[in-house]
């Protein structure tokens, strides 16, 4: 060999489970970044195997593998091949949320039992590195509170609404831009951005949070009338995810939020995603980018293929167990249609203020027997204002059943 | 030993360089999370000695320490033990931005020579974890551009001035909440900002860039009027960071730079830090956070360790040398204070014509002889609207030297 010749060093084998937008996507993208990958790692990553419904051997793909890539999506067989992989030795990277927010505990123990890497930065917010940062930057330091946009589905069919779009309007919107599906439940329910919110949770607290253990509710009954208020109290609405210590334990949820302007999520718009990290070391760091399309997922799913190839990340450390904690703290947006007649708000203040519910500004717009109430409280504990609202609700005044909506404090200056 | 009994690794002994704000902190910060690193880690991060002016022996400290961590800022003596340390093939931590900005090339060589972790995550933008994102997460993507407000300072006193303050007033503001120091001109002259950017653009561009191929501008000579106007615009101003291939070649520069107001850095205020990240794969990230304050850096400086000790980061890649480009393309603000005369305005736009700059907005405000033009360019070859405002600069009706702002046009949507 002359001595000017490079060394090469084996390549680094990817075995791929899945072969649909992200599978195809991650392919043609490991093959157009395989120069730069080798030339800062020192080894080439190729794909060594394909596995789709109709070709390749799993058993065959696994023994020739250096890690394995599943971006099948479901539950099965994608958690059995991952727990076979990892038990065989290998390193793995999933982009799947639902299996990791459903299984997650099994796979982070067989992760640690066989001392190998679980890697999973797709399955969280887009292109927006939160897991890693969670898990590297920010073991330094202990996080209070995680607040996040991690649907792009909803936060644009929100941003259209603000703009004066019906819900129906917005959503076929979203789905003419590919932005959802079409069967958008799974997003407009608010269930996808809480098994995020379940794997988030679990790496910002190490603690184990099921999808089950998220309280969560969507985006579908929400009123464009609500959004019309909102502006006048100077808030905008976001699907927003919470987890966040509470006296000891922890309370990981999904809701239908106002924000003030000021808050750093509140200029999220469009399909983008963005995660807020607060803690007293730190204060708040907020990372932002466009939630997932299948080049951007599958450039996640590189960059932990990557991580893996430089040896970055360990084995996840065993869970801490935190109690789970449902009644939490929150300013609340109340909307109540009531006959307008005198002492309808000295009725309704008067209830509030006997379950602690104490109101911060009130809008009263008086049209006779179609009259409105609209209001924003200080933060009060959610089952208090349950039983308020109800209460409040079979005044004869009442015109509908009332409406709340959880707000967020301004916290930031 | 009973089989309950944990199995105690060895401690992870750190070498601490410098004890003044941010060492003090780091050593506070390290000393509580210990426990908590230790459960993610296996082993237990500890001081095993300090240095400073009045104690402590650097050979010694070398000897014993797994790690160097070296906070003390300054060339010499932080270069010598930086480089001293890696010849013995320690893995170092630094958070020194004139060091790392000015013999970057020589301290990633070394690291490179000995196969040993350069981490310096606190040297560029306060807590906000931009280099592990650019190290890691992005490795898998081309990078296009970076835009970044990495000196919290400066973005203080803009953001004061836009709320009207003076800028003599908002450095005093500033200075009183400890966010400048007494002699502020490494921050107000922008060479901080465009030390940070050097480091930001070596990591993103893997090619060297020394602080003295940075082009950069401060913030001293801006007027409180050029903001009215710009709002008039719809844009604000902000200390802008810029790295981005041009042409096979790479420019950077720090600037006085209008947003409008869509743009992901429009929204940070105050002493926040932000940076962005474009590319073709992800579009764009952006991660914002409060800029370093002493625990802030320390925080960063600990999760640089913990990376380490993780096993975590490669030593750096060869160098892939680009060529800079200095003469690159941009909008501008152009401010005119002229002679309120017919057939100004036709003399101006005529020469402007002739340099090819071409005016999207103009306000012209007449009052005799104090009258003043404002405009915003199109995007044009820096070189060709200096030539056309010197040009302009020459005529009679001119009352003082033509004022000159970036802008960044509305990219974002």
Redesign the interface.
């Known amino acids: 060999m002359s001595p000017e010749a490079p060394i090469h060093e084996a390549p680094f084998k990817v075995g791929l489970l899945g072969f649909g937008t992200v599978g195809a996507a991650f392919a043609e993208?490991l093959q157009e970044?395989a120069d730069?990958?080798e030339?800062?790692?020192g080894r080439r990553p190729v794909i060594s195997g394909v596995l789709t419904r109709t070709r390749g051997d799993f058993e065959e793909i696994l023994a020739e593998a250096d890690i394995i890539v599943e971006v099948m999506g479901g539950i099965e067989p994608a958690r059995e091949y991952l727990l076979r992989a990892m038990r065989a030795g290998k390193d793995v990277v999933s982009a799947n949320k639902q299996l990791l927010s459903q299984h997650g505990e099994e796979l982070f123990e067989t992760a640690r039992e066989h001392d190998v890497r679980l890697r999973f930065?797709a399955a969280v917010a887009g292109?927006?590195?939160v897991v890693?940062?969670l898990e590297?930057?920010?073991?330094?330091?202990?996080i209070d509170r995680i607040h996040g946009i991690v649907n792009g589905t909803t936060n644009f069919i929100l941003t259209e609404m603000t703009h004066g779009s019906s819900y129906a309007e917005a959503l076929a919107e979203a789905q003419r831009k590919g932005y959802a599906e079409a069967d958008p439940s799974d997003d407009v329910s608010g269930r996808d951005a809480a098994a995020k919110m379940a794997i988030l949770a679990r790496l910002a607290f190490g603690t184990p949070v099921h999808l089950d253990d998220v309280r969560y509710e969507g985006i579908e009954h929400l009123h464009g009338d609500d959004l019309e208020y909102a502006r006048e109290f100077g808030l905008g609405l976001k699907l927003i995810g919470t987890a966040e210590r509470i006296d000891g334990g922890l309370s990981v949820s999904v809701y239908p939020t106002f924000l003030y302007s000021g808050h750093?999520l509140a200029?999220i718009s469009?399909s983008f995603n963005a995660v807020t990290v607060e803690s007293e070391?730190?204060?708040?760091?907020?990372?932002?980018?466009?939630g997932a399309g299948g080049?951007?997922t599958?450039?996640?799913v590189?960059?932990d293929?990557?991580?893996v190839m430089?040896?970055?990340?360990?084995p996840p450390?065993?869970p801490?167990p935190l109690r789970l904690v449902e009644d939490v703290q929150s300013a609340f947006y109340l909307h109540l249609d009531v006959a307008d007649r005198p002492g309808v708000l000295a009725s309704v203040t008067k209830v509030l203020g006997e379950h602690d519910v104490s109101i911060k500004s009130v809008v009263q717009r008086g049209m006779g027997e179609n009259a409105r109430l609209v209001m924003v409280t200080h933060p009060v504990v959610e089952s208090s204002l349950r039983t308020a609202v109800e209460r409040v609700g079979e005044f004869d005044f009442m015109r509908s059943t009332p409406r709340t909506i959880r707000v967020i404090e301004e916290e930031f200056?």
């Open positions: 993208l970044r730069e990958i030339r800062f790692n930065e292109t927006v590195p890693r940062v590297e930057s920010l073991s330094a330091t202990p750093p200029a469009g070391t730190i204060t708040e760091i907020t990372l932002s980018g466009p080049r951007q599958a450039s996640a590189l960059g293929v990557v991580s430089t040896g970055g990340a360990r450390a065993p801490l200056v």
